[in-house]
């Protein structure tokens, strides 16, 4: 079954500290992966998928095929960077992606 | 940035009856979905939508569910007799092709009474 797991509801940080937000994947083929944040009132957005292999924000991520993981990495969070985070699976086109439930960060100052 | 537009932002309506929300995607894009989320729970993927017909559909994407693209801008997602577990935040999205960068509109609340 195509699943994608996001253990933490909740990660709470203090600003400077390093960040990481997990994310499991299932899926039996090659999936593209991706993280979408929504920051407070806003809309869900893109912040980066797997084959652009690029920071955004200061924000990567690598995909872990043998680990099935695709964790959300930032070395220095910032006050900003508080939002809901989301870890989406792509099987196959058509933009039908497969959420996890999110993990809502919250940097504090 | 160009943005997809989703109206109303919030729907009260009754059970049983039609509702129609709206969405006008980004003007050079081709790719349409919707996506819905009730509270606590995850987003989930209802449908897809290129060249006027349907690309792709989920389970929850039943006969009393429907879209349409009525006119050049417009895309719409009609439930016909709506029931109380339809309550949720609907998301319109659109994207160049199938593979691109999804845009997410701010979503519509329904709530079903």
């Known amino acids: 079954a195509q699943r994608v797991t996001q253990p933490e509801k909740l990660l709470s940080v203090f600003k400077g500290a390093p960040v990481e937000l997990k994310c499991n994947y299932s899926?039996?083929?090659?999936?593209?992966l991706f993280w979408y944040v929504q920051y407070s009132r806003q809309r869900l957005q893109l912040l980066l998928r797997?084959?652009s292999r690029e920071s955004i924000k200061g924000f990567t991520a690598d995909l872990n095929k043998g680990e099935t993981s695709f964790h959300l990495k930032k070395p220095f969070a910032q006050e900003e960077d508080s939002a809901m985070y989301y870890c989406?699976?792509?099987?196959?086109?058509?933009?039908?992606?497969?959420f996890g439930a999110g993990t809502r960060l919250a940097v504090h100052p | 940035e160009p943005e997809v537009t989703q109206t109303p932002s919030h729907q009260v309506t009754q059970m049983g009856q039609e509702v129609i929300l709206r969405c006008v995607p980004i003007?050079?894009?081709?790719?349409f979905y919707w996506y819905r989320q009730i509270l606590g729970q995850k987003v989930e993927f209802l449908v897809s939508?290129?060249?006027?017909?349907?690309?792709?559909k989920s389970e929850i994407f039943d006969d009393q569910f429907s879209v349409e693209r009525p006119d050049g801008s417009n895309f719409t997602l009609k439930i016909r007799s709506t029931k109380l577990e339809d309550s949720a935040m609907y998301f319109c999205?659109?994207?160049?092709?199938?593979?691109?960068?999804?845009?997410f509109g701010s979503g519509t609340q329904l709530s079903v009474l």
């Open positions: 999205a659109s994207s160049v092709d199938n593979y691109e960068k999804l845009f």
């Open positions: 899926y039996s083929g090659s999936p593209e």
């Open positions: 797997h084959i």
């Open positions: 989406a699976l792509s099987g196959g086109g058509y933009n039908k992606l497969i």
């Open positions: 003007s050079n894009h081709l790719y």
């Open positions: 939508f290129y060249n006027n017909e349907i690309s792709e």
